[in-house]
C-alpha cells in the first residue's frame, strides 16, 4: 500500500499533471493540499474515472485540502476537534479549510495544510503554533486511547525541522525568515515526543533533499529548496514502512507545482 502527500497549488490547474501522476504512480491514498477550490468546483470525476473515492474540504478560492483512495474511504471527518480559527484586524475569525481525515484501508490519515506563519513577528504565528499545538493535543489522546492506532498526519507543515532542510541556513538565520524559528520547529519536535516518525527520511536522506522550490528567482534549477512536506506515522504505521520517496521530477516542466509528491510505501498489515 503506498500513502503520498502532495501539495499541487491550484488542483483544477494541475487537473491533468496530477491523474497522470496517479496513473503513473500507483499510489493507493493521496492527501492533497492547496487544492484552491469549492466543493461544487472540485473535479470529482478526475478521480472517479480512475478508481479513487475523493473527500474534499474546500471554502473559497484558498487553502483547500482532500484525501483520494482506491482501498476505501470511511469516517470523514472535516477540521480536527477545536481547530483553530484566524481573525484578523477586528475582522471574525472564520474557519479555514486545512485539515480532513479518513480512515483508508485501516489507516486514519490526515491531510494537513499547516498555516504559513508569514514572519516572526505577524500574526499569523501565534495562529501556526496554536494549530499545531492543538492537533497535536488530540494526536498524543488518539494514540493513549489506542497505542495500536494506524495514524499518518500528512501534507504541507510549513516547518523545515533541521538545518540540512533549507539551502542556506545562515541566510534563514540572519533574515529572519520562518520556517526554521525554534518555537516552529520545537512545534514539530512535539509530535515526534507524541510518538510520531518522519516515515520518509531514513529512505530518503539529506542535506539537499527537498519538497519544495519556490517559484521565484529559478530556485528549482539552482537546488535551492527546502523540505516542508512530512508523513507522520504513528507506532503501528512506522513499523509498516518498508520504503519511501520524494518523487522531484514531478517538480519539472511546464504547469509544476512548487511542491513534489512524498509517497510511503507499506507492508500487508491490519
Not at 21 to 39: F, H, M, N, P, Y
Request: proline fraction near 5%.
Amino acid at each position: 500500500m503506498k500513502i503520498a502527500t502532495w501539495n499541487v497549488n491550484s488542483l483544477r490547474a494541475r487537473a491533468d499533471r496530477v491523474e497522470g501522476w496517479l496513473l503513473r504512480s500507483g499510489v493507493d491514498v493521496l492527501a492533497i493540499q492547496e487544492t484552491k477550490c469549492r466543493d461544487e468546483n472540485f473535479p470529482w470525476e478526475l478521480f472517479e474515472r480512475n478508481g479513487y473515492e475523493v473527500a474534499h474540504f474546500g471554502l473559497n478560492q484558498w487553502n483547500g485540502v482532500a484525501i483520494a483512495s482506491r482501498v476505501g474511504l470511511e469516517d470523514v471527518e472535516r477540521t480536527f476537534p477545536d481547530q483553530p480559527v484566524f481573525g484578523k484586524g477586528g475582522i471574525e475569525a472564520e474557519q479555514e479549510a486545512r485539515a480532513i481525515g479518513a480512515t483508508c484501508n485501516g489507516v486514519r490519515v490526515w491531510s494537513l495544510y499547516v498555516p504559513n506563519g508569514r514572519a516572526l513577528d505577524d500574526e499569523h504565528m501565534p495562529y501556526k503554533l496554536e494549530w499545531l499545538a492543538t492537533l497535536n493535543k488530540h494526536a498524543s489522546e488518539w494514540l493513549a486511547q489506542d497505542p495500536k492506532a494506524q495514524i499518518a498526519l500528512v501534507g504541507d507543515w510549513n516547518i523545515a525541522p533541521l538545518d540540512e532542510d533549507v539551502w542556506d541556513i545562515e541566510m534563514f538565520r540572519t533574515e529572519g525568515f520562518t520556517h526554521v524559528s525554534e518555537p516552529e520547529r520545537e512545534a514539530f519536535r512535539a509530535f515526534e515526543r507524541s510518538g510520531f516518525t518522519d516515515a520518509a527520511r531514513a529512505y530518503t536522506p539529506g542535506p539537499g533533499v527537498y519538497t519544495y522550490w519556490d517559484y521565484k528567482q529559478l530556485r528549482f534549477p539552482k537546488k535551492e529548496g527546502m523540505r516542508i512536506d512530512f508523513i507522520l506515522a504513528s507506532p503501528a504505521l512506522e513499523a509498516r514502512v518498508v520504503g519511501a520517496h520524494i518523487d522531484r521530477e514531478e517538480r519539472k516542466g511546464k504547469g509544476a507545482s512548487d511542491h513534489a509528491p512524498v509517497v510511503v510505501e507499506l507492508a500487508d498489515g491490519a
